[in-house]
C-alpha cells in the first residue's frame, strides 16, 4: 500500500477481537522494529513482546490495553543512548519512538489494529517485567485484530498552514 495511503488508514484501535496475531506478523513487526534508525547508530531500544495470557494481565496492571492479544513494552537503556554534547539531551524517548512508529506502521499495513499507550505506570512495569535500572519503558504499542471503524481522532489534524512554517 502507498505509504500515505497507510498513514490516512490508521487510528488508534480501542476495540481488539480475541484472535491471536500469527507468529509470522509479529515477527514482521518486530523486525520493522529493529531496522529502525537511532541515534549514531547506538541501538538502545529492547522490546518486550507480551502475547501470554499471565504477561497480558501483568500489562493490564500497568496500564489499560484493551483486551488486546498482543502487547509491545518498548524500552530504551539510557547508559547506551547518544548524548547531544551540546546541552546533554539523550535520545532515549527519541530512538524508542522511531522503533514504535515503524513497528506501528508494519502492523497497519499488515492490516492490524494498533494504539500507543503512554498512560501507564513505569514503576509496575519495572516491576513485573524485571527491568534493570536503566532500562526505561517509554512506549506501549498495543496490536491486534480490529473491533471498531474509527476513532474519534481519527485524520482530526490542525491545518497545513498551521502545522508548517517555510523559513
Ligand atoms: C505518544 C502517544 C501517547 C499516547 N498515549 C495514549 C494512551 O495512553 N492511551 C490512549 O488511549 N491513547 C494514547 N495515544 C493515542 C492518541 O490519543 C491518538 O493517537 C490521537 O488521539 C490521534 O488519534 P488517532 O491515532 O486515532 O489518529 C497516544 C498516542 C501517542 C502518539
Redesign the pocket.
Known amino acids: 500500500m502507498d505509504f500515505n495511503e497507510l498513514v490516512r488508514r490508521?487510528?488508534?484501535?480501542?476495540s481488539y477481537k480475541p484472535d491471536p496475531v500469527e507468529e509470522d506478523k509479529i515477527r514482521s513487526i518486530l523486525e520493522a522494529g529493529r531496522l529502525a534508525p537511532t541515534a549514531r547508530n547506538d541501538q538502545p531500544v529492547r522490546v518486550i513482546a507480551v502475547r501470554s495470557k499471565e504477561g497480558l494481565a501483568k500489562l493490564e496492571e500497568a496500564?489499560?490495553i484493551?483486551d488486546a492479544p498482543l502487547a509491545f513494552i518498548v524500552c530504551s537503556d539510557r547508559n547506551k543512548t547518544w548524548t547531544r554534547s551540546y546541552d546533554g539531551m539523550k535520545t532515549t524517548d527519541i530512538d524508542a519512538?522511531i522503533v514504535?512508529t515503524h513497528m506501528m506502521y508494519e502492523a497497519t499495513d499488515m492490516g492490524l489494529g494498533t494504539?500507543?499507550?503512554?498512560?501507564?505506570k513505569p514503576d509496575v512495569i519495572r516491576k513485573n517485567f524485571g527491568l534493570d535500572d536503566d532500562m526505561i519503558p517509554i512506549?506501549?504499542l498495543v496490536v491486534g485484530y480490529k473491533d471498531d471503524t474509527?476513532?474519534?481522532?481519527?485524520?482530526?489534524?490542525i491545518p497545513m498552514d498551521e502545522f508548517v512554517r517555510y523559513a
Request: proline share 0%; with cysteine; net charge positive.
Open positions: 490508521r487510528y488508534s484501535s480501542r496500564g489499560h484493551y519512538s514504535t494504539l500507543w499507550v503512554c498512560m501507564f512506549n506501549i474509527t476513532s474519534k481522532n481519527h485524520g482530526v489534524r
